[in-house]
């Protein structure tokens, strides 16, 4: 498998199987339960930075390591929830996942859906879950794969736990599979509320299943990025400020 990024290392959860315990058997906590409002995806591509020279040890991840073509910026996947569609950013390259791939060097492919998740889908307005999101691309030529997100499961995982953590495995073993040439980004679900049990629980599924296929993990929740000064004026989605303080956060752990 390619390594494009050699930081940010896995973290062993040993705590998984109380927090999800916990959940299960006392439900929702805080405001928790609200699911995150929907939004058109985006697709952008934006010119990405200058590659440098590759220094040997020390160079950033996932600019010019083990790569062939050094001019060609390596692909990314990102898939998501309206956060990661950039929903109430001022316009597409305040979103978090365009800052990334503008930092990083890379080359956005975003195919994130609002109001989705692991288990949450809206079909009939062609809204993909998160596997369905993975399904929908070709996996020639796509270099990372990024899985952000969560919050949309909420409401579903304090009343079918199981549903969600084996949506989660679900999607992050599609990921090895359909890319088995990728390296994999697992950035945990963020809310705009107190961080409640539910948040909890399904950061520890993604964080597990990020383990056991070898992935990249970034928490959102320790500590909390989400301030109340960036959290937008509907209450549910974070502004251009919270956007960037996302990307700083991704940036610091895969670098």
């Not at 499961?153 to 079918?160: H, K, Q």
């Not at 909390?224 to 549910?236: C, E, F, L, N, P």
């Amino acid at each position: 498998m390619k390594r494009w990024l050699v930081g940010g290392g896995i973290v062993a959860v040993v705590v998984v199987a109380c927090v999800v315990a916990v959940a299960v058997s006392t439900g929702a906590g805080g405001r928790a339960g609200e699911p995150v409002a929907g939004g058109a995806a985006v697709t952008l591509s934006p010119t990405p930075s200058p590659t440098p020279s590759a220094d040997g040890a020390g160079r950033p991840a996932g600019r010019t390591a083990d790569r062939k073509d050094e001019e060609t910026p390596p692909v990314a996947l990102f898939v998501g929830d309206s956060y990661t569609v950039g929903q109430r950013s001022s316009a597409p390259e305040k979103r978090w996942s365009t800052i990334v791939a503008d930092d990083m060097g890379w080359t956005e492919r975003n195919v994130a859906d609002g109001g989705t998740g692991f288990v949450s889908r809206h079909p009939d307005q062609g809204r993909l879950s998160y596997v369905e999101q993975l399904r929908s691309v070709h996996p020639r030529g796509v270099d990372i794969v990024v899985i952000a997100g969560g919050q949309n499961d909420f409401p579903e995982l304090s009343e079918t736990p199981a549903e969600v953590f084996s949506a989660v495995a679900s999607t992050y073993e599609v990921a090895a599979r359909r890319f088995p040439d990728a390296e994999i980004i697992a950035v945990g679900p963020s809310t705009p509320w107190d961080i409640g049990l539910e948040a909890r629980a399904l950061d520890s599924a993604v964080r597990a299943a990020a383990d056991r296929h070898g992935a990249t993990y970034v928490s959102l929740l320790d500590p909390d990025v989400v301030r109340d000064q960036y959290v937008d004026a509907d209450g549910t989605h974070v502004n251009d400020e919270g956007y960037a303080a996302i990307a700083r956060r991704v940036v610091s752990q895969i670098s």
